[in-house]
């Protein structure tokens, strides 16, 4: 079971920009489908963006042009680049790793790490 670790929230500005790791401690190209989420306090948690069974990055409504998922598999990181940062986008950030065999996403197994807060003010 892949342990995952997230790094890189804190508090910013409106408008600045911020970008989180997710440490894994596996293999996270090609034998996971890796995506972030968040939970907003009162709200549920919601996909932010991933990566499809076919490697394609797929962004929500909200962050779209202002995001951008990345993996490095030389380090089994997972980056989340937010820019144009918006007071909505405050919460608690969640990396999240689904297996991945025959190009399918297997969300049953999905693994998740323990957040990091980001706070736009």
């Known amino acids: 079971h892949v342990q995952l670790v997230e790094s890189g929230g804190g508090s910013v500005q409106a408008g600045g920009s911020l970008r989180l790791t997710c440490q894994a401690s596996a293999y996270t190209d090609g034998s996971y489908c890796m995506g972030w989420f968040r939970q907003a306090p009162g709200k549920e948690r919601e996909e932010v963006a991933r990566?499809?069974?076919?490697?394609?990055?797929d962004y929500a409504e909200s962050v779209k042009g202002r995001a951008s998922i990345s993996v490095d598999s030389t380090k089994n990181t997972f980056q989340l680049q937010m820019n144009s940062l918006k007071p909505e986008d405050t919460a608690v950030y969640y990396c999240?790793?689904?297996?991945?065999?025959?190009?399918?996403?297997?969300?049953?197994?999905?693994?998740w790490g323990q957040g990091t807060q980001v706070t736009v003010s």
């Open positions: 990566f499809d069974g076919d490697r394609n990055a």
């Open positions: 999240a790793a689904d297996r991945r065999v025959g190009g399918i996403c297997y969300e049953s197994s999905r693994a």
